[in-house]
């Protein structure tokens, strides 16, 4: 009788221990559900967050005026021709320059031309630049490509330049995306291969842009801007940002925009016309040309020559060459 009183007291522990067991382990569940509440609703909460800051930190698009929309979506691209004198290796050299400027859609996050129709494209105003003159025996070519939103909301999406003569070609691009991102290549030792980040600040390469869309809202006063990479390239300087003063000044129907960089001892003054379509008639660039003792204080000058309006990229038969007549090229 013993040994059966024996045996039930251990029945009776066994079920108690099970029934410990059986309610530590819906405590363990009912805290992880909690867990998982308190944490879908701390997700829920900071998507909300982050919806709100991204809501917050959008820049509203700026209206687009009828004249802008007729002149800038008719089907051509603005093609305007220059008379050149460049300043390079202490002398002024004469060559011809070109800007061309188109609006076409573009992906925001591939930072390329979108091939079809999409919600997400963003509109923008390319402009692509080039110029061509001869140093000595060897001829220089330079083309650089801005791409700027119309709603001169943003900084431009994307700046690239790309520069060859016979020592050899060059490349460099910024990305707008979290950052301003640097790539460069080069054939030069010191710059071969350069990948970095830059703080956003104004890109003289994308003013050229934004005067042609809204010129009214050029930043004035002491400021930090890019300089073009064009001028960094050939100058061989640090790509970063450098103090410099900004005016605008308007007269006989011309608007002078002048950036002045004090420690790169430059000066760029942009001429445009003070009326819409804002265009641009010319510009001077006052820098050191030359490098070491004979290295002097030089003006490069360009002058408007002739304009056009057409799709040029349908006008690449035979027949077409003639156009370049009609720019004096």
Known sequence: MMLNFTETLLAMKRVFQIKIYAFTLFLVLLALASCVKKTDAS?????????ETKEKTALPKK?????FKTYWYAGDAEITSYTLEQARYGEIRNGNSVLIYVTEPFLAGKQVKADRSNPDNIPVLKLNATKNYLTGIY???VMGSTFYPVYDNQHAIKTSLSIQEWCGHVYSQINNRDTFEFTSHSYFEGEADQNLTLDKNMMENEIWTKIRINPNDLPIGKLKMIPSLEFIRLRHKEIKAYDANASLNSK?????YAINYPELKRTLNIDFSTDFPYTIEGWTEDFTSGFGPGAKQMTTKATKLKSLKTPYWGQNSNKDVILRDSLGL
């Open 43 to 51: 997700n829920k909460e900071l998507v909300l967050n982050n919806e």
């Open 63 to 67: 209206q687009l005026s009828e004249d």
């Open 252 to 256: 006989d129907g011309i608007t002078t």
């Open 139 to 141: 001829p220089y070519s």
